[in-house]
């Protein structure tokens, strides 16, 4: 007998299987004595091996008949529907890396910041970079220094905001240091931190590409979603207007 979608997704407990076998053999021709068994019999022991055994089985069952759906694969499904069937590869966490400002006070130093060598941190919230240069810098009290830095784990928490990082846990007597950007940059961060992509952040990524199926000049409101949020992951909000240009109504822009 065939299965309809809505069972194959239900599956069937040990229990369940356990019944349907003793329900199999009581309609045999020969009526089968099945109700004679008692706890602990073996041929009823038994079946209820094999039922846990096949009661597994129907739970893959049930993961591989969901796991072609976006709404419905099991979370661990998610990446490999992404990757294989919408081209999509989850994005993985990453550092966050930016410029820090070293400032020494006059009397002080010179010191030499190497790669590695010094510590900042953001007080009271366990947040800390190390320098990252890849070739030791000297700092003097005739000008403040940007050093790159990065962070010690990965995640957007690590992007703070500017006048955030102050301490100095390496010990340079005279040498503050603030994250802040050095000019014309607009920001201390140089490489946002990303968090691993959650399954919902994939599946709707997913779905959000099928509006790319269309000719470039046919596209709907979904497709432009689609271009900017796997070109730039670290955008999580993109709203597209529909018949304007510029901020002037046109049809069909």
Not at 51 to 62: D, E, F, G, P, V
Not at 210 to 232: A, C, H, T, W
Request: charge should be neutral; charged fraction near 20%; glycine fraction near 8%.
């Amino acid at each position: 007998m065939a299965l309809t979608f809505q069972q194959l997704r239900a599956g069937l407990n040990s229990a369940e299987i356990f019944d349907g076998i003793i329900a199999d053999l009581k309609a045999a021709p020969k009526n089968f004595p099945v109700d004679d068994w008692e706890d602990g019999a073996v041929p009823k022991t038994m079946l209820e091996v094999w039922s846990m055994a096949l009661s597994r089985a129907y739970k893959s069952i049930t993961s591989i008949n969901d796991g072609g759906f976006l709404k419905l694969a099991p979370p661990s499904w998610v990446p490999v529907l992404a990757e294989n069937i919408y081209g999509i590869i989850p994005f993985e966490a990453t550092f966050a890396r930016g410029k820090m400002k070293f400032t020494v006070a006059s009397g002080s130093g010179p010191y030499t910041i190497r790669g590695g060598g010094s510590t900042v941190e953001v007080p009271d919230e366990n947040l800390r970079y190390f320098s990252n240069n890849t070739t030791p810098v000297s700092i003097t009290s005739a000008a403040p220094v940007w050093i790159p830095v990065i962070a010690e784990s990965v995640g957007s928490k690590y992007n703070v905001l500017d006048n955030r990082i102050t301490k100095l846990s390496t010990s340079l007597p005279g040498v503050t240091v603030t994250n802040v950007p050095e000019p014309p940059d607009l920001t201390w961060i140089t490489e946002y931190g990303l968090d691993a992509e959650t399954t919902a952040q994939i599946i709707a990524r997913c779905a959000a590409r099928f509006g790319r199926l269309s000719k470039l000049q046919n596209y709907p409101e979904d497709g432009y979603i689609s271009l900017v949020r796997d070109l730039i992951p670290q955008i999580k909000k993109v709203s597209v207007y529909t018949n304007y240009f510029q901020g002037t109504a046109r049809p069909g822009c």
